[in-house]
DNA sequence: TAACCCATGTAACCTGTTACATGATTAA
DNA sequence: TTAATCATGTAACAGGTTACATGGGTTA
């Protein structure tokens, strides 16, 4: 269900092909959903069964034929009605979680290396994010549009940056075998 | 395949019923997953015939018999070998963030409710989160199961104290005033 | 008398993943 | 010549949701 929403807010902002909605999916901005071309494809076809997209050929030399997608009227509607609505949010799901809640199950060592990995990757992810979010903070005239991108991206950059201060303060906690602490840098 | 995962967890945690196992993953601290008794019941007669669990059938009056499940050497070591590997991690998959990189599409007073919503909802698991907290602190000789899980605990916590923090950022930016009610609780 | 708690399941359906398929063009 | 890019799909399977089913005991 989500992720015709999330296709459909996608081809609202820009319309566009399955092949680049896999793209801006999986590598670039649009960081925060992901999808197989796969159940992408289906999702257009079924969008478009449901009148809420159209598709028009376009022919193209010296390379496949492909359908560029566009939001219709009745897309729209389904769009803003659905943003009005807000659902439960819904719990984290991390396996990094269910890993350290059993953490005794493992020797200390074992656990730092598997958090020392997450770590890295987070790492990671903060620094594509704060790269892209330098891009949108350089544009002198800000769309209305990269506005709203680029908040949701703020919301991606604190989640990584929460991530990171949590890895930091588990392998602390797992460097010298101690005690509950009560202060820790919580705030 | 994470599901059956968090299932071995919860029971090396602590063998009990599938019934119990589905409070333990909805309600209280184990709050990191969720699942549907149908789900879970499925996953436990899985695990069962891959002799990662076993079953002890107690008998009771004036109630259903049930089944207490317990981890084998195998499901110990099928869960050791697991902790040792680092997954990927996935993207934010956030409704939230889907609509708010389309807030152009409605107007703002729109967005802001929607984020009201959402906000509120993260104060109150943070709330839950801390209370919980609170007891594994108070705890004068904490056990190292329960330090591992106060743990995890704690990243539930970071996440909640990101999400809101951007809340407030994005109300801010949207030009509503954040109004810091205390008690948003009896809404 | 109705609704909820205990306790376990089956069945239909939708969503998501993995594997398979095609076929021309272009870069290493 | 090997691999990658462009561009779209089908099919089998695993994971997750919703609806349906049972039946005694307890609380309002």
Redesign the pocket.
């Known amino acids: 269900?989500?992720?015709?929403y999330a296709i459909l807010a996608a081809l609202f902002n820009q319309s566009c092909?399955?092949?680049?909605l896999?793209?801006r999916f999986n590598k670039s901005v649009e960081c925060f959903w992901?999808?197989?071309?796969?159940?992408i494809?289906?999702?257009?076809?079924?969008l478009e069964a449901e009148g809420h997209i159209v598709s028009e050929k376009i022919e193209?030399e010296?390379?496949?034929?492909?359908?560029l997608y566009t939001v219709t009227d009745s897309g729209r509607q389904h769009l803003q009605r659905w943003i009005g609505e807000a659902e439960a949010i819904s719990p984290i799901k991390s396996d990094l979680l269910i890993k350290l809640s059993v953490g005794h199950a493992v020797p200390t060592i074992t656990l730092l290396q598997t958090l020392q990995t997450y770590y890295e990757q987070h790492k990671e992810r903060l620094k594509s994010y704060q790269l892209i979010s330098k891009q949108y903070a350089q544009a002198l005239q800000p769309s209305r549009e990269s506005q709203f991108q680029y908040l949701a991206l703020r919301a991606g950059i604190r989640q990584q940056l929460a991530w990171i201060a949590w890895c930091e303060e588990a392998m602390g906690f797992l460097g010298q075998p101690v005690a509950v602490r009560e202060s820790s840098s919580a705030s």
Do not use: F, I
């Open positions: 269900m989500a992720l015709s092909s399955g092949y680049d896999v793209k992901s999808a197989s071309h796969q159940q494809y289906k999702a257009l076809s079924n193209q010296n390379r496949p034929n492909k359908k």
